[in-house]
C-alpha cells in the first residue's frame, strides 16, 4: 500500500503533467502572431500550429488509452513525457513553418497518451471514496487553470524570451516527472489483454486532416478541389465505420451512440470546442495584428473570457441538478450567442472596454456553464462498463471540435479580407466573430436532440473535464 504523503506526491507530479498538456493547447494561441511573422507560412497555414496538435491529441485519444491500459500506464506515462519533450524541443528549434506543424502534431500524439495515462493512474493511486473524489477535483482544477494560465503566461513568455520558450518550458517538466515518476508513481494495467484498433485511430485520424485541409484551402482553391477533398474525409469517415463494426476491439464500440443522451452531450461538446477555439483565435489575430497590442497586453486582456468560465462552471454545476443538462446547455450557448454579437461590433479603433471585455465576459459565462452540462448528458445514461469510452469520447469531442473550429474561423477571416489595412483584417474578423453563431448552432443541435432523450440523468456521474481548457 502506498504511503498517504506518497499519494499526494505523486498526484502533485500527476496535476502537474495534465496542466502541462492543457497548457499547450491554450499558451500557443498567444504566440501565433509572432510564429506568423518570423516563420514561412502558406495563406492560412498558421492555423495548423494550434489545430495539429488538437487533431492528433483528439484524433488519438482514445487509441492512447487502449495503449496506456494494454501496456502499463506508468511505462505509457513516461514514454509520452519523453517523447512529449523531444517534440518541444522541435517545436522550439523549428526552422520553418512546416517544421514547427509537423512537431506540434508528433505533440498532440504524445498528448494523446499521457492525458489517459496520468488520470487512469491518479485513479488507481486513490481508493474509491471520498479521497478519490478530492483528487479528481485537485486535478480538475488544474485543468481549468492551465486553461487560464495559456493567456497570462504566454504573452510575457512569448514578449521577453521570444515564441520558442512557449515550448522549451516544457522539457525540465517533462524530464522531471519522467525520473520521478519510477519511484512515486503506481503501475497498473487495464482488465484483459485486447488488441490494439490501429486501423481506427488511423482513418479516423486521416479523416480529419482531410476535413480540416480542405476548410484551411478552401479561400485560395478552386470548389472542385474542395469538394474532392471533402468526399475523402467523409469516405474516411465511412471507412472507420466499417473498421469499429468489424473490429474485436474498437475505439469506440458503436452500440454507444444508441444511447440518444450521448450523441446529443458529444454534440454540445464539438459546438463548444468549435465556437470557444476558432473564437479565441480570431481574437488574438485582431488584438495583434489589427489593433497591434502586445501579447503580453492581450494575455490580459482575454483573461477574463477564462475567469468567467471558472464562474460559470460552478453556477452551471448547481443548476444542472435543478433543472437539468438541457436548459443549462441551452443558456450557456444563447449567452456565448450573446457574447461574440458583441464582438462582431469591434473595429479597428475600439477601446478595450468600450466592446470586448464585455464580450469575452458574457461569451466565458456560457461556456463555463455550457460545457459542464453538455459533459454530464452526455455520461448520464451511459452503463458503468461503457463510462470510460464515453469520456475519452467527450474529452476528443472537444478537441477535434477545436481543430476544426480554428480551421473554419481562419478560413471565413481570410475569404472576407481584401486588405492588410487595420480596417480590413478587422471586417474578416467582424465576420468570422459572426460565423461563432454557426459552431453554437451544432450544440443548439444536441440540445435538440435533448428533448426527445428518456431516462436524463439516470444516475449521477463524475463530471469530466474537457481535455483542452477554455
Given at each position: 500500500?502506498?504511503?498517504?504523503?506518497?499519494?499526494?506526491?505523486?498526484?502533485?507530479?500527476?496535476?502537474?503533467?495534465?496542466?502541462?498538456?492543457?497548457?499547450?493547447?491554450?499558451?500557443?494561441?498567444?504566440?501565433?502572431?509572432?510564429?506568423?511573422?518570423?516563420?514561412?507560412?502558406?495563406?492560412?497555414?498558421?492555423?495548423?500550429?494550434?489545430?495539429?496538435?488538437?487533431?492528433?491529441?483528439?484524433?488519438?485519444?482514445?487509441?492512447?488509452?487502449?495503449?496506456?491500459?494494454?501496456?502499463?500506464?506508468?511505462?505509457?506515462?513516461?514514454?509520452?513525457?519523453?517523447?512529449?519533450?523531444?517534440?518541444?524541443?522541435?517545436?522550439?528549434?523549428?526552422?520553418?513553418?512546416?517544421?514547427?506543424?509537423?512537431?506540434?502534431?508528433?505533440?498532440?500524439?504524445?498528448?494523446?497518451?499521457?492525458?489517459?495515462?496520468?488520470?487512469?493512474?491518479?485513479?488507481?493511486?486513490?481508493?474509491?471514496?471520498?479521497?478519490?473524489?478530492?483528487?479528481?477535483?485537485?486535478?480538475?482544477?488544474?485543468?481549468?487553470?492551465?486553461?487560464?494560465?495559456?493567456?497570462?503566461?504566454?504573452?510575457?513568455?512569448?514578449?521577453?524570451?521570444?515564441?520558442?520558450?512557449?515550448?522549451?518550458?516544457?522539457?525540465?517538466?517533462?524530464?522531471?516527472?519522467?525520473?520521478?515518476?519510477?519511484?512515486?508513481?503506481?503501475?497498473?494495467?487495464?482488465?484483459?489483454?485486447?488488441?490494439?484498433?490501429?486501423?481506427?485511430?488511423?482513418?479516423?485520424?486521416?479523416?480529419?486532416?482531410?476535413?480540416?485541409?480542405?476548410?484551411?484551402?478552401?479561400?485560395?482553391?478552386?470548389?472542385?478541389?474542395?469538394?474532392?477533398?471533402?468526399?475523402?474525409?467523409?469516405?474516411l469517415f465511412g471507412l472507420f465505420?466499417?473498421?469499429?463494426?468489424?473490429?474485436?476491439?474498437?475505439?469506440?464500440?458503436?452500440?454507444?451512440?444508441?444511447?440518444?443522451?450521448?450523441?446529443?452531450?458529444?454534440?454540445?461538446?464539438?459546438?463548444?470546442?468549435?465556437?470557444?477555439?476558432?473564437?479565441?483565435?480570431?481574437?488574438?489575430?485582431?488584438?495583434?495584428?489589427?489593433?497591434?497590442?502586445?501579447?503580453?497586453?492581450?494575455?490580459?486582456?482575454?483573461?477574463?473570457?477564462?475567469?468567467?468560465?471558472?464562474?460559470?462552471?460552478?453556477?452551471?454545476?448547481?443548476?444542472?441538478?435543478?433543472?437539468?443538462?438541457r436548459k443549462v446547455a441551452v443558456?450557456?450557448?444563447?449567452?456565448?450567442?450573446?457574447?461574440?454579437?458583441?464582438?462582431?461590433?469591434?473595429?479597428?479603433?475600439?477601446?478595450?472596454?468600450?466592446?470586448?471585455?464585455?464580450?469575452?465576459?458574457?461569451?466565458?459565462?456560457?461556456?463555463?456553464?455550457?460545457?459542464?452540462?453538455?459533459?454530464?448528458?452526455?455520461?448520464?445514461?451511459?452503463?458503468?462498463?461503457?463510462?470510460?469510452?464515453?469520456?475519452?469520447?467527450?474529452?476528443?469531442?472537444?478537441?477535434?471540435?477545436?481543430?476544426?473550429?480554428?480551421?473554419?474561423?481562419?478560413?471565413?477571416?481570410?475569404?472576407?479580407?481584401?486588405?492588410?489595412?487595420?480596417?480590413?483584417?478587422?471586417?474578416?474578423?467582424?465576420?468570422?466573430?459572426?460565423?461563432?453563431?454557426?459552431?453554437?448552432?451544432?450544440?443548439?443541435?444536441?440540445?435538440?436532440?435533448?428533448?426527445?432523450?428518456?431516462?436524463?440523468?439516470?444516475?449521477?456521474?463524475?463530471?469530466?473535464?474537457?481535455?483542452?481548457?477554455?
Amino acid at each position: 500500500m502506498v504511503s498517504d504523503s506518497k499519494r499526494w506526491f505523486a498526484l502533485a507530479l500527476l496535476c502537474l503533467t495534465g496542466f502541462m498538456i492543457i497548457l499547450d493547447a491554450s499558451i500557443v494561441l498567444v504566440a501565433v502572431p509572432s510564429i506568423e511573422r518570423e516563420l514561412t507560412f502558406s495563406t492560412g497555414g498558421v492555423q495548423w500550429v494550434p489545430s495539429g496538435y488538437a487533431l492528433m491529441f483528439g484524433g488519438l485519444l482514445l487509441l492512447g488509452g487502449r495503449i496506456s491500459d494494454l501496456l502499463g500506464r506508468r511505462r505509457v506515462l513516461i514514454a509520452g513525457l519523453l517523447l512529449f519533450g523531444a517534440a518541444s524541443l522541435l517545436c522550439g528549434f523549428a526552422w520553418s513553418g512546416d517544421a514547427l506543424v509537423v512537431a506540434r502534431g508528433v505533440q498532440g500524439a504524445a498528448a494523446a497518451v499521457l492525458a489517459p495515462s496520468a488520470l487512469s493512474i491518479v485513479m488507481t493511486t486513490f481508493p474509491t471514496g471520498a479521497e478519490r473524489n478530492k483528487a479528481l477535483g485537485i486535478w480538475g482544477a488544474t485543468s481549468g487553470v492551465g486553461g487560464t494560465a495559456g493567456s497570462l503566461v504566454g504573452g510575457p513568455v512569448t514578449d521577453g524570451l521570444g515564441w520558442q520558450w512557449i515550448f522549451f518550458i516544457n522539457v525540465p517538466i517533462c524530464l522531471l516527472v519522467a525520473v520521478l515518476a519510477p519511484k512515486v508513481l503506481m503501475d497498473s494495467r487495464g482488465p484483459g489483454r485486447r488488441g490494439f484498433d490501429v486501423a481506427g485511430a488511423a482513418t479516423v485520424t486521416a479523416a480529419l486532416i482531410a476535413l480540416v485541409y480542405a476548410v484551411v484551402q478552401a479561400p485560395e482553391s478552386t470548389w472542385l478541389r474542395t469538394v474532392l477533398l471533402l468526399v475523402v474525409s467523409m469516405a474516411l469517415f465511412g471507412l472507420f465505420v466499417v473498421v469499429e463494426r468489424r473490429s474485436a476491439a474498437p475505439l469506440v464500440p458503436l452500440r454507444i451512440f444508441r444511447t440518444r443522451s450521448v450523441v446529443a452531450g458529444n454534440l454540445i461538446t464539438i459546438g463548444w470546442g468549435l465556437a470557444v477555439f476558432g473564437l479565441n483565435y480570431t481574437y488574438t489575430q485582431y488584438a495583434q495584428l489589427a489593433v497591434g497590442v502586445s501579447a503580453v497586453r492581450y494575455g490580459l486582456m482575454s483573461a477574463v473570457l477564462a475567469a468567467t468560465a471558472v464562474c460559470g462552471s460552478m453556477v452551471g454545476q448547481n443548476l444542472v441538478t435543478r433543472i437539468g443538462p438541457r436548459k443549462v446547455a441551452v443558456g450557456g450557448l444563447l449567452l456565448a450567442g450573446a457574447g461574440t454579437t458583441v464582438m462582431t461590433q469591434l473595429t479597428a479603433t475600439s477601446g478595450y472596454f468600450e466592446l470586448a471585455f464585455w464580450g469575452l465576459l458574457v461569451f466565458g459565462a456560457g461556456l463555463g456553464a455550457g460545457t459542464v452540462a453538455g459533459s454530464i448528458a452526455s455520461l448520464s445514461d451511459v452503463e458503468s462498463a461503457d463510462s470510460g469510452v464515453a469520456s475519452g469520447l467527450q474529452n476528443a469531442s472537444f478537441q477535434i471540435g477545436g481543430a476544426i473550429g480554428v480551421a473554419a474561423l481562419a478560413a471565413v477571416a481570410t475569404a472576407s479580407t481584401s486588405g492588410t489595412t487595420p480596417a480590413a483584417l478587422t471586417h474578416g474578423y467582424r465576420v468570422a466573430f459572426a460565423a461563432v453563431w454557426l459552431c453554437i448552432a451544432v450544440g443548439l443541435a444536441g440540445c435538440g436532440l435533448l428533448l426527445s432523450a428518456r431516462g436524463e440523468m439516470k444516475r449521477p456521474l463524475e463530471i469530466a473535464v474537457p481535455q483542452g481548457g477554455h
